[in-house]
């Protein structure tokens, strides 16, 4: 994309990527302070935080509303209680790749602007229920207007320069893993002090807050628009930045059968990438489940609840670590060759979990698990972009959102049947295989970029 696009100046005086003949046109010099990239980052930051906050903070106490809205039954509670849990990131799952197209055709920002708002409403809300089928409602509602997380690593990926991209959306992952070690938390400690109908208005009004930092601290964006050929439809749109630096582009060549075949290597490798950030959501949902018992098996690991949140806890603080470094590094030698890496070791850490011998063992596995984990989200994301024109960003890692919710619908399933075929323990080695096959799959990625056209 060149000048006239409006959004991508930056990345082409920082890439050398603007090569046209003819009198450039001016590149306004950017204000002092800070980059428009990085404000941008900041408030994505935050507001994924803020959502991920309301999203999570209701696990320790649905129960406890559930209750108060009239279910006594024990049984009915559980049930209802996954049901109305689950159902946001359900229909979360089903959305996104709208959410995204809708974002390609009328902005990134207006996205924001539109899951702010409506998670804020919606969760809001949900303290006024009145019986379980309002909480399941305004629970499918929060899932059908939210996606802010997802919006703004799309904005992030979009806008932020080749050469900073996987760092970017590296420090948004541990902002979205802070909001998952904050949010239960705080579920845990607030409702006892002032009523859970109390916290999902304070909740609403925080992610309201980062509703207003979108509208007031983003700067406004154009939609990509795709060239139309003078004598034909439309054209794909070429990137706007080029690819990292273990994904070079092709060598230049007459058109033809090289031609033919560059959009159809491309989209093969996206379809791989899609299918290793379902496998990676797969691989980690399939054993969460068992931390805690499996914990309770362990020498020093009781009380059971406790070393069990500990371990849960000790992957994100990875997690959290290991996202802004590891996406340096994928800016640095390449996003595929970071996944393909950091896939090995997660598949490692995983399958070692089988050998554990103590509840601190264990932690300190999956604090390891943690770290590996953390470049994952940064190199595949930036791996994708590289190969989607400008004007199908959104669709397409829309389409990488809901394939990391199946997986994390499908993953327990499998952990479930793996434990009552073989046993639990037998659970953290098949997570580890599927990441293995991840690791395959990215290494094959990588293999298919390297080959000669």
């Not at 706007?240 to 273990?246: E, L």
Request: hydrophobic letters at 55%; glycine letters at 12%.
């Amino acid at each position: 994309m060149g000048a006239a696009d409006g959004r991508d100046d930056t990345h082409s005086t920082s890439t050398g990527a603007n090569t046209s003949a003819g009198p450039a046109e001016p590149v306004p010099t950017p204000a002092p302070g800070v980059r428009p990239w990085a404000r941008s980052l900041a408030i994505c930051t935050f507001g994924s935080f803020t959502t991920i906050v309301g999203m999570t903070m209701l696990v320790p106490f649905l129960p406890v509303y559930i209750r108060q809205l009239g279910v006594q039954d024990p049984d009915a509670i559980v049930h209802w209680s996954a049901i109305c849990f689950g159902a946001t990131y359900l229909v979360a799952a089903l959305v996104a790749p709208l959410w995204g197209m809708l974002g390609d055709r009328w902005g990134r920002k207006s996205m924001l602007v539109r899951a702010g708002l409506g998670m804020s409403i919606a969760i809001g809300l949900t303290g006024l229920a009145q019986d379980v089928g309002q909480l399941l409602a305004l629970r499918l509602l929060t899932g059908l207007l939210g996606g802010f997380a997802s919006g703004a690593m799309i904005l992030v990926a979009d806008l932020t320069p080749v050469a900073r991209r996987a760092f970017a959306v590296g420090v948004l992952t541990s902002g979205v893993m802070a909001g998952n070690l904050a949010g239960p938390v705080l579920g845990g400690l607030l409702p006892p002090l002032v009523g859970p109908r109390v916290v999902f208005g304070w909740t609403g009004a925080l992610i309201f807050t980062a509703f207003l930092a979108v509208v007031l601290g983003l700067p406004a964006d154009r939609p990509q628009r795709r060239p139309v050929a003078p004598d034909g439809p439309a054209t794909p749109a070429a990137p706007s930045a080029p690819a990292g630096p273990s994904d070079p582009p092709a060598a230049p060549g007459p058109p033809g059968a090289q031609g033919e075949r560059a959009p159809a290597r491309a989209s093969a490798a996206i379809v791989l990438l899609l299918a290793i950030a379902s496998l990676i959501t797969f691989a980690s949902m399939s054993v969460e489940p068992f931390i805690t018992l499996l914990s309770a098996q362990l020498p020093g690991g009781q009380p059971a609840a406790l070393w069990g949140g500990i371990a849960l806890s000790a992957t994100a603080a990875g997690t959290m670590i290991a996202g802004p470094v590891l996406g340096r590094a994928a800016d640095a030698i390449g996003p595929r060759r970071v996944l393909a890496l950091s896939l090995a070791a997660a598949a490692l850490c995983a399958s070692a979990q089988y050998l554990a011998h103590s509840a601190p063992a264990l932690v300190a596995l999956r604090f390891a698990l943690g770290l590996a984990v953390g470049g994952l989200a940064p190199a595949a994301t930036s791996a994708l972009r590289a190969l989607v024109p400008a004007a199908r960003v959104g669709r397409v890692l829309g389409l990488m959102v809901a394939a990391q919710h199946a997986g994390q619908v499908l993953g327990p399933l499998f952990g479930a049947w793996v434990a009552t075929a073989a046993g639990m323990r037998e659970a953290f080695l098949a997570s580890g295989a599927v990441l293995a096959l991840g690791a395959g799959l990215a290494a094959l990625a990588l293999r298919r970029r390297n080959q000669p056209s």
